[in-house]
């Protein structure tokens, strides 16, 4: 399966790769987490990211921004190479901006200065102009008006696209969502999913660990699915869920689907 | 009361009722809060009694039986039974000034003052004018340092005349001052990343908390002697204020290392994934938040630290406790530690429960409702 993969890579490569994760290992300790994970993401790809608890989908995807460290292996992001330097590691987080499980807004700033933050202080722009475009962002996730309450007086669904909006105002050319629904009411799922697919149609390239196979469905280019650190099957949407290759992901889509 | 509950309505019709007549208001404070059950209810009268009795002898002894003007402790047992303040006026201004030359006095006076100048817009953020009073803020300790000790124009005193509350004031807001930004750095070494930085750090810490504070003013008022090169002054004083910011900072740090212990985990992240550096991460995100968690510890240590200054009483300093006390080795008013110690300690109280009342405030001032 992964020798599949990696040819599949290097008829990527060339193109206008985003994301290239080549051969890359990661160990908690004695524990090997991550067994050599092959990626490449093209620029404007949906990539969805399933797999059962455990499988280092979450680890994954923290490597890109380092906030796991790998220990094996290369991974450049828009053509930076991801080391210890830390100018490569702060280049590479002012373009990838994440989305949390649990949110993480800022609980002592209001909504408004959490979006504003980040472009304020790592991108240097004037006060004035960070807030004009954490309004645009803030209206395009449908809260305008909550822009002076605190995270705390919100709701997990607006503090979620809170989130989104504020990773946003970064401008940032890749996004990273880390089971973005989870933490969740299934009324609020809703229309964070919506949010998302309408970033998705506007061209972001997007890494989402998520069990929302419709969202997978759907918006995905491309869907992954790991267990046991290793990327067990990749596919289209289509192809994924309808003619599963291996039996770990039959059995994984046989228990989601199931209920 | 009962008709309204029995009432009914259709599904999605329920209006909101007012809340029964006995759970609101002075009746319903009084049975949540004293007579709750039959033994809060009875604790409630016991403690009323006590009080009944207690509290009129105790008016007795301090306003309607006490003493205020006289001559010496025979004339104050001729003129009432209660408590005989005579002793507290005459030695006021020493309690306040010590042995600061009376006609330089205006200088000490005006640092206080300001001190509340400076202080104003540090500890409220509406202060008129803020940005430039922090200015002033900055250069209060240098001014004030000169104001009271003098030289570069003024008279200079010895700091060996210093004492009393001028003492007491001079040490506490020093050790409060200079411990809370050395704390939170050393908070900030030992949970550092750097070896070396937590190695120093750590080592530092638990140094200073294993020694006692008394062991470590005796260190500054001999020891250090022999450490420096003979001949060099360094004086006393400045040598008490270095220990005890110092010891201070130490007691600090822990409680803002547990401050950053109780942020979460995903604010370092969040942080971090949009490329804030270490120092912006610390400073916009997480010690706002730590420095709130840790407010009634940091006031805690900052009002131990307060009191503690009367220690210095063991290396010859007088502060506003020792001062009183030389007041009852006067034969004039041998016998009176009731009173000296009573005004000591209201001086204490007044100046721990300000403290107390504005780490309050914060507290209130910060709370953004989110739940910890």
Redesign the interface.
Known sequence: MSEQAIEKKDSAIGGDTAIQITEMHKWYGEFHVLKNINLSVQRGERIVICGPSGSGKSTMIRCI???EEHQQGSIMVDGIELTNDLKNI?AI??E???V?Q???????LTVLENCT??PI??RKVPKKEAEATAMEYLTRVKIPDQALK????LSGGQQQRVAIA??LC?KPQIMLFDEPTSALDPEMIKEVLDTMISLADTGMTMLCVTHEMGFARTVADRVIFMDGGEIIEENEPESFFTNPQSDRTKLFLSQILGH | MTDISQKTYAPGQHPDLPPPALTTGVLGWMRANLFSSVGNGILTLAALAVLAVVLPKVLDFVFFDAVFFAEDRQECQALGSGACWAVIIERFQVSIYAFYPDELRWRPNLAFVLLFVALGPLLFDKFPARKQMLFFSMIYPFLAAWLVVGGLGLEPVETNKFGGVMLTIIIGVTGIVGSLPLGIVLALGRVSNLPAVKIVCVGFIEFIRGVPLIALLFIASTMLNYFLPPGTEFDLLLRVLIMVTLFSSAYIAEVVRGGLQAV?K??Y??A??????YW?SMR??VL??AL?ISIPGIVNTFIGLYKDTTLVIIIGLLDVLGVMKSALADPKWNGLAVEVYIYTAVFFFISCFAMSRYSLYLEKK?H????R
């Open positions: 921004n380092r906030l702060d987080r002012r990838v901006g994440m949390f649990h949110f993480n807004l800022f609980p002592h933050l980040a202080w790592v605190y995270p705390g007086q504020r990773s970064m | 979460a995903g604010q992240e969040a971090d994934s949009m490329g804030l550096t912006q916009l995100i706002p938040q709130k910060l953004t409702g989110h739940k």
